[in-house]
Nanobody, 123 residues
Framework: QLQASGGGLVQAGGSLRLSCAAS????????IAWFRQAPGNEREFVAA???????YYADSVKGRFTISGDNAKNTVYLLMNSLRPEDTAVYYC???????????????????WGQGTQVTVSS
């Protein structure tokens, strides 16, 4: 079970930190990812922490967003800096125990999903 939180309204250039809390005791070995979906758009990959280690980002957020984890708290964070209006979306966290590296950007490969948290960036 995943619980996403931390969304809100922020001005362009501002920052937010999203949290994804997991109840799975094997959290440290899972791949946790963030996806986002804006109205009328498909769900898109944002960032992933592969098997508790290496991190991967969409080109659109590279250098602005950072994904990190706290294994003691079973929580993954997405720190979002220099936010832009085009970052406005519902952000979802997802988890998988079996995903392979080549599929880390594919939403359909994740077995577990959080409920989503709204991020709105005003211009």
């Amino acid at each position: 079970q995943l619980q996403a939180s931390g969304g809100g309204l922020v001005q362009a250039g501002g920052s937010l930190r999203l949290s994804c809390a997991a109840s799975e005791r094997t959290f440290s070995r899972q791949t946790i990812a963030w996806f986002r979906q804006a109205p009328g758009n498909e769900r898109e990959f944002v960032a992933a922490r592969f098997r508790g280690s290496n991190t991967y980002y969409a080109d659109s957020v590279k250098g602005r967003f950072t994904i990190s984890g706290d294994n003691a708290k079973n929580t993954v964070y997405l720190l979002m800096n220099s936010l832009r209006p085009e970052d406005t979306a519902v952000y979802y966290c997802a988890a998988s125990s079996s995903i392979i590296l080549s599929s880390v950007r594919m939403s359909r490969q994740y077995e577990y999903w959080g409920q989503g948290t709204q991020v709105t960036v005003s211009s």
